[in-house]
C-alpha cells in the first residue's frame, strides 16, 4: 500500500514535508499585490488601450496633493505651495519620475513670468500684484486649483506611466508633507490609494491572522476538548497556506488583487474540513483497531472523499480561469494550487500525526439526535421552499456596482482626502479625450470655436461633468476671445502661453491637445450617466460636416475603466457560473460512476445558487469585481458538503446487515461533527477580517461565509431528506 512508507517512519515523513514547505514558502514574500483596477480590464478592451495610446503620449498619471489652509491665495501660503513644487521638480524634466507639478501657485508664477509690468519667475511679495495675476487665470483652471472660499487646493504631482510609486511617495513626498507651516498637505489621488491600500492590507494581515488562528483553536477545543486535535487539525492549513502563497510568490509577473487574502479562510475552512473528516473517522476505528491499522482503514473510505471533494473543488475554482479580467483568472489559479495543496498537507500531515500522537477521540454518541432529520422530510422541503422564494424575490434588488474608491479602505488617510476633495472640487474622477488634426491644426481659430462649443454642450449639457481645454487659456489671455486668425493664435501660444499649459494641452507641433473633462467620486450608475452624455456630444462632433480632418477619441479614464468593468460583471457571474456547474456535475458522474448519484449530490449546490441573491441582499452585498467569483467559490467548495455525505452512505450501503435507512441514519450521524466544525470554525476564523476594516474584503468573507453556510445547511438538511424518501428503500434498487 502506497501509505505503508509513511506510516512506517512518521517522524520523517512529517520533517521531509516541513523541510519542503520551509523552502517553498519562503518566496511567499514575493507575491505582488495590486488594486490597480486597470488590471481587472482584458488587454484588448477598447478603453484600456486608448487611454494607453494617450499615456504613451501624455502625462496623465499623477499623484495629488491636497492642502488646507486658512487662505490659500496669501502670499506666504503660495510660496509654501510654490517650495513643495520646486522640491518635488527642481528641474522640469531632469529625467526623474515627476515630469511636472501644477498648482494655482505654479499657474501664478507662470502668468507672472510672460507681463513684464510686474513679471518675473517667482510668486511676487506684493499682495496686490497676487490679486492681480489670479484674476489673469481662466475661471475653468482656478476651479480645478483651488476652492471658491480659499480655505483647500491642490498639487497635482505627474508622474511617468510605470513610476515606482513606493519610492517617490515613501522616499521623497511623504516626507515632505512633514515640512510645511502654513498648510496641511495630505498625499492622495489613485497611485497613492493603490500604494496605501497594499500597506493597509499588509499592516493588518498578520494581526487578522493571528485573531483567526486563535478563533478557529478556541472553536476546535470546544468541540473536542483535546489539544491535540487542534494541533493535528490547524498543522496541514498552516502548511497549505504556506505552500500556496511560496507558489504565488514563485510566479514570474503575476499580480493578485488584494481578495487574494480570502484563500486564507477559504483555504482555512476546507482544511480543517478535510482534517476533521480524517481526525473523526480514525477516531472511530481505533476503538477497534490498532492505530496503523485504523489509518490504513481510513484511506480508502474517508480519504477517497477528500480527494473527491478535492478534484471537485478544483473543478468548480477552474471556471475562474476562464475570466477575462487577469487579476479574477489569477485568483482562480491561486485557488486551485491552495485547494490542492490543502489536500496535499492534509493526506501527508494527519495520518503520521494521529499516530504519532496516539489519538484518541471523543464517540459521535451526542451527535446520534442528527439522524432525526430523516423524520423532518416534509419540513425541510417547505423550509427550502420558503427560502427560495424570498430569494426569488430579492433578485431585483441586487446592486451591481464597482466603484474604484470601494475597492479601498475608505479610513486610509489618502481616501479621506480623495472624499473632501471630490465633495469641494467636484473631481477625483478625470477623465480625457484626445483631439488631433494636421500639423498646426490645433491653432485653427474655427477648430478653437468647435473646441468651445463642445465643452459648453459637456458643462452644461452633462450632469456632473465639467470639461477644460486649452480654449479657456488662450481666450483668457486675448480678453475673452478667440483670436480671428490661425497665426495670431500661434503667437499667442507661443509667446504668452505658460508652459504648463502647454504641457498639459499641446504637443509640440500642434497637431493634437488633450481636453480633461473632471468628475466627482460617485456611484457607478451615475458615473456611466455622465460618460454616455458627454460620448453623445463628441459623437455629434464626430459626425458633423467640417471636422473630418479630425480625430476624437473615445472618453477614457478611471471613471470609464470602472463603468466598463461594471458592464462586464453579470456576464461574467453567468459564465462562472455555468462553467463551474458543468464541470462540477461532470466530475461528480466520472467519481461516483453514477448519473443518479451525481445528480443527488449535485441539487444542494443548485439549492446555494438560487438563494445567493438573498444572501446579497440581506447582508446588502453589491454583485463588484470581488463578490461576483463567490457563485464558483460556493460551488466548488460547497460541493464538499454533499461529496462527503454521499460518499459516506454509499461505503454503509455496502454493509448487507444494515437496511438503507440506518445507512443514511448513519452516514448522517458520522459525518455531521466533521461539517458542523468545519462551518463553525469557518466562521470564526472568518470574522476578524472585519477588522482590517476594509470593505471590499469583508463584503466578500460574509458573502463567502453566508454562501458555505448555506451549503451546509442545504447538503445536510437536503440529503438526509432525500436520501431517507421511502426509507432509503429506492437506494437499495441502485445497488449496493
Not at 349 to 362: D, E, Q, S, T
Not at 529 to 534: C, E, M, P, R
Request: some cysteine.
Amino acid at each position: 500500500m502506497q501509505y505503508d512508507i509513511l506510516l512506517k517512519k512518521p517522524k520523517l515523513t512529517i520533517i521531509i514535508f516541513t523541510i519542503i514547505t520551509v523552502l517553498i514558502s519562503s518566496q511567499a514574500l514575493n507575491v505582488i499585490i495590486s488594486s490597480d483596477i486597470e488590471l481587472y480590464m482584458p488587454s484588448g478592451e477598447s478603453t484600456v488601450e486608448t487611454l494607453n495610446n494617450i499615456r504613451a503620449e501624455w502625462p496623465v498619471d499623477s499623484i495629488l496633493i491636497y492642502i488646507s489652509a486658512d487662505n490659500i491665495t496669501n502670499v506666504s501660503t503660495l510660496k509654501e505651495i510654490n517650495a513643495m513644487e520646486e522640491a518635488l521638480n527642481p528641474e522640469e524634466g531632469d529625467g526623474d519620475d515627476v515630469i511636472y507639478t501644477a498648482s494655482i501657485a505654479s499657474f501664478l508664477r507662470d502668468t507672472n513670468k510672460i507681463f513684464p509690468v510686474i513679471g518675473g519667475d517667482k510668486i511676487p511679495d506684493s499682495q496686490c500684484d497676487v490679486d492681480l495675476l489670479l484674476k489673469l487665470i481662466p475661471d475653468e483652471m482656478k476651479s480645478k486649483f483651488v476652492t471658491p472660499d480659499n480655505k483647500n487646493a491642490i498639487i497635482i504631482v505627474t508622474t511617468k506611466k510605470d513610476v515606482d510609486a513606493n519610492d517617490l511617495l515613501g522616499n521623497k513626498i511623504y516626507p515632505l508633507l512633514e515640512t510645511t507651516v502654513e498648510t496641511k498637505m495630505t498625499a492622495t489621488g489613485t497611485i497613492t490609494m493603490y500604494k496605501e491600500t497594499v500597506d493597509w492590507i499588509m499592516g493588518r494581515i498578520y494581526s487578522v491572522m493571528l485573531l483567526s488562528a486563535l478563533l478557529l483553536v478556541l472553536t476546535i477545543l470546544a468541540f473536542h476538548k483535546r489539544m491535540k486535535a487542534v494541533i493535528i487539525a490547524l498543522t496541514p492549513i498552516i502548511y497549505a497556506i504556506g505552500l500556496t502563497f511560496g507558489t504565488m510568490g514563485m510566479m514570474p509577473d503575476m499580480e493578485f488583487a488584494p481578495t487574494v487574502i480570502a484563500v486564507i479562510p477559504l483555504l482555512a475552512a476546507l482544511g480543517i474540513a478535510y482534517s476533521l473528516h480524517m481526525i473523526n473517522h480514525f477516531a472511530e476505528e481505533v476503538e477497534k483497531h490498532p492505530p496503523q491499522e485504523a489509518v490504513k482503514r481510513i484511506i480508502p473510505t474517508t480519504g477517497k472523499a477528500v480527494l473527491l471533494s478535492a478534484i471537485t473543488t478544483i473543478v468548480g475554482f477552474a471556471s475562474l480561469l476562464s475570466s477575462t479580467m487577469p487579476p479574477i483568472k489569477n485568483m482562480g489559479l491561486a485557488f486551485l494550487v491552495g485547494v490542492l495543496y490543502s489536500f496535499i498537507a492534509t493526506m501527508v500531515m494527519v495520518p503520521p500525526m494521529l499516530i504519532i500522537a496516539k489519538y484518541r477521540g471523543r464517540s459521535v454518541e451526542g451527535w446520534r439526535s442528527f439522524s432525526k432529520l430523516t423524520r423532518y422530510k416534509k419540513h425541510i422541503l417547505l423550509l427550502f421552499i420558503v427560502l427560495t422564494m424570498l430569494s426569488a424575490a430579492a433578485l431585483p434588488s441586487v446592486s451591481t456596482k464597482t466603484s474604484i474608491w470601494e475597492m479601498m479602505p475608505r479610513k486610509m488617510d489618502s481616501s479621506v482626502a480623495m472624499t473632501d476633495y471630490s465633495q469641494k472640487f467636484g473631481g477625483g474622477q478625470t477623465e480625457v479625450f484626445e483631439i488631433s488634426t494636421a500639423k498646426d491644426g490645433i491653432l485653427e481659430p474655427s477648430l478653437l470655436r468647435q473646441m468651445e462649443a463642445m465643452e459648453e454642450a459637456i458643462n452644461v449639457g452633462v450632469e456632473n461633468a465639467s470639461a477644460y481645454s486649452v480654449v479657456d487659456a488662450i481666450k483668457r489671455l486675448n480678453f475673452g476671445t478667440i483670436p480671428a486668425t490661425k497665426e495670431d493664435v500661434k503667437t499667442l501660444v507661443e509667446k504668452r502661453l505658460p508652459e504648463k499649459y502647454k504641457k498639459m494641452m499641446l504637443n509640440d507641433d500642434y497637431s493634437k491637445t488633450l481636453v480633461y473633462v473632471d468628475m466627482p467620486v460617485m456611484s457607478t450608475k451615475d458615473t456611466g450617466k455622465a460618460i454616455d452624455g458627454v460620448e453623445q456630444i463628441l459623437d455629434q462632433y464626430r459626425n458633423k460636416p467640417g471636422v473630418a480632418n479630425e480625430n476624437i477619441t473615445q472618453l477614457v479614464g478611471l471613471g470609464s475603466i470602472t463603468v466598463s468593468v461594471n458592464g462586464m460583471l453579470m456576464e461574467q457571474q453567468f459564465r462562472f457560473t455555468f462553467i463551474s456547474l458543468l464541470l462540477v456535475f461532470a466530475c461528480l458522474v466520472l467519481v461516483f460512476r453514477s448519473f443518479k448519484y451525481a445528480a443527488i449530490t449535485f441539487l444542494p449546490i443548485l439549492l446555494i445558487l438560487v438563494w445567493e441573491p438573498g444572501a446579497l441582499v440581506l447582508a446588502h452585498i453589491p454583485l463588484n469585481v470581488a463578490t461576483v467569483m463567490v457563485s464558483s467559490i460556493a460551488i466548488g467548495a460547497g460541493i464538499d458538503f454533499s461529496v462527503h455525505i454521499t460518499e459516506r452512505v454509499r461505503d454503509e450501503l455496502k454493509d448487507k446487515q444494515k437496511t438503507a435507512l440506518e445507512a443514511v441514519k448513519t452516514a448522517i450521524t458520522t459525518k455531521s461533527p466533521s461539517l458542523i466544525e468545519a462551518t463553525v470554525a469557518l466562521i470564526a476564523g472568518g470574522i476578524p477580517i472585519v477588522l482590517m476594516e476594509y470593505e471590499m474584503i469583508t463584503q466578500f468573507i460574509v458573502l463567502v461565509l453566508i454562501m458555505l453556510v448555506f451549503a451546509c445547511v442545504a447538503s445536510l438538511l437536503g440529503l438526509a431528506a432525500l436520501y431517507s424518501i421511502r426509507n432509503g428503500k429506492w437506494l437499495e434498487s441502485w445497488g449496493r
